[in-house]
């Protein structure tokens, strides 16, 4: 946000690649010098809340031409508020997601007009996928975590699969591809949920 404020010529997309290096950094160094604590843990949501809740709603906010439809960019900080306090209480999300994670709906959200000319995106689809994106983080969808116990390929087939198909739609399609990411993240996890409890039925 301060550096949107300092320099408002750079493409917010940056700042918010530098938010996910180092929302990524904080808890490796956490988990490397095994420090934690309740209030480092609130802390940690709240830097969430206002990277990964308002700055995507601000830019929104900013992008929508319309005097009223606009507001409705708000809802992705209210929705990432609740997503967050969710993700505390919820002991089930241990090893995966309930909903897509903030700072996965931000990057989707910040790199979707990539996808248009000019980075202009026409209101009737903004708005759909501003309220699409909101629903999804506090969905009841159950998503993988790229989260590695060991790195052989038993196990861990998705998430290979997924880096993969990832470097390649980003190699492609550059910025317009992290966009393009998120939407296969979620849908790998979906596909992956669906084959999951076949599997179980059987």
């Known amino acids: 946000m301060l550096g949107i404020i300092l320099m408002p010529s750079i493409d917010p997309v940056w700042f918010m690649g530098a938010a996910c290096v180092f929302d990524f950094l904080d808890g490796f160094v956490a988990r490397l010098l095994k420090v934690s604590s309740p209030i480092g843990k609130e802390l940690d949501s709240l830097a969430d809340m206002v990277t990964f809740g308002v700055l995507p709603a601000i830019y929104w906010f900013h992008s929508i031409d319309h005097p009223q439809l606009n507001y409705l960019a708000l809802l992705i900080a209210v929705f ?62 159950r998503l993988f975590a790229l989260k590695f116990k060991h790195f052989g390929w038993k196990g861990n087939e998705l998430r290979f699969t997924f880096l993969i198909g990832a470097v390649l739609l980003i190699g492609i399609f550059q910025l317009a591809g992290v966009a393009l990411t998120i939407i296969l993240y979620i849908l790998a996890s979906l596909i992956s949920g669906r084959r999951g409890a076949g599997e179980a039925a059987t």
């Open 80 to 141: 990432s508020a609740l997503r967050l306090a969710k993700f505390n209480i919820d002991e089930r999300q241990v090893e995966g997601f309930i909903g897509v994670p903030t700072p996965a709906n931000a990057l989707f959200l910040i790199t979707f007009p990539y996808l248009f000319a000019n980075k202009t995106v026409p209101i009737e689809i903004a708005i759909p996928v501003i309220l699409l994106f909101c629903w999804l983080m506090v969905s009841p969808f």
